[in-house]
Antibody
Framework: EVQLLESGGGLVQPGGSLRLSCAAS????????LSWVRQVPGRGLEWVAV????????YYADSVKGRFTISRDNSKNILYLQMNSLSADDTAVYYC?????????????????WGPGTLVSVSS | SSELTQDPAVSVALGQTVRITCQGD??????AAWYQQRPGQAPILVIY???IRPSGIPDRFSGSTSGNTASLTITAAQAEDEADYYC???????????FGGGTKLTVL
């Protein structure tokens, strides 16, 4: 059974940093594209970043580019999101999501498994 | 275009059929996927490759695409289908993943 479990959320001041982790199990971690998706409570889903099965290939939403860094540790089966220069606009539940097919970058957006999410609150 | 447009809200009578649409220029190049999200829960993939249902998704859910519009159809809607539904795909450049704004489905 595929499991994804995010951690690292919490309250942080504007301008601060936070690192989210997503521990994965139940599938061949190194073969799948992985994304972070966020959701402001009561609002819609917003894709944040993706790392392909090739860990050097990463892409970001314009809203976080230059501030957030997605990475993966294939030896530990963990996905990360380093978030810097946080603002109130970054307040959201952050989900990690797994791409459906192994070695498939084109349809990396078919998210067949999601974690329960971790809440990030940016406030002074 | 880098947007996917969905109607904010749709309603359907119990047992009737409802279609939820998602419009975007990028859908001419990239297939749409659909997600169901109930309150307080993570999204669930219900359709990918325009028309494919993952294992465990009831067959009353179906997908289609025509031109720049993807559709999710729920035939004989059930009370448990009341949820938010999101489409996603890539933007026209192909570099970014995008979501539609979501459609809140009410089953009357």
């Amino acid at each position: 059974e595929v499991q994804l479990l995010e951690s690292g959320g919490g309250l942080v001041q504007p301008g601060g940093s936070l690192r989210l982790s997503c521990a994965a199990s139940g599938f061949t971690f190194r073969s799948h594209c992985l994304s972070w998706v966020r959701q402001v409570p009561g609002r819609g889903l917003e894709w944040v970043a993706v790392v392909y099965y090739d860990p050097t290939s990463t892409y970001y939403a314009d809203s976080v580019k230059g501030r957030f860094t997605i990475s993966r540790d294939n030896s530990k089966n963990i996905l990360y999101l380093q978030m810097n220069s946080l603002s109130a606009d970054d307040t959201a539940v952050y989900y990690c999501a797994k791409g459906l097919r192994p070695m498939d970058a084109r349809e990396a957006y078919y998210f067949d498994s999601w974690g329960p999410g971790t809440l990030v609150s940016v406030s002074s | 275009s880098s947007e996917l447009t969905q109607d904010p809200a749709v309603s359907v009578a119990l047992g009737q059929t409802v279609r939820i649409t998602c419009q975007g220029d990028s859908l001419r190049s990239f297939s749409a996927a659909w997600y169901q999200q109930r309150p307080g829960q993570a999204p669930i993939l219900v359709i990918y490759d325009k028309i494919i249902r993952p294992s465990g998704i009831p067959d009353r859910f179906s997908g289609s695409t025509s031109g720049n519009t993807a559709s999710l159809t729920i035939t004989a809607a059930q009370a448990e289908d009341e949820a938010d539904y999101y489409c996603n795909s890539r933007d026209s450049s192909g570099d970014h993943i995008i979501f539609g704004g979501g459609t809140k489905l009410t089953v009357l």
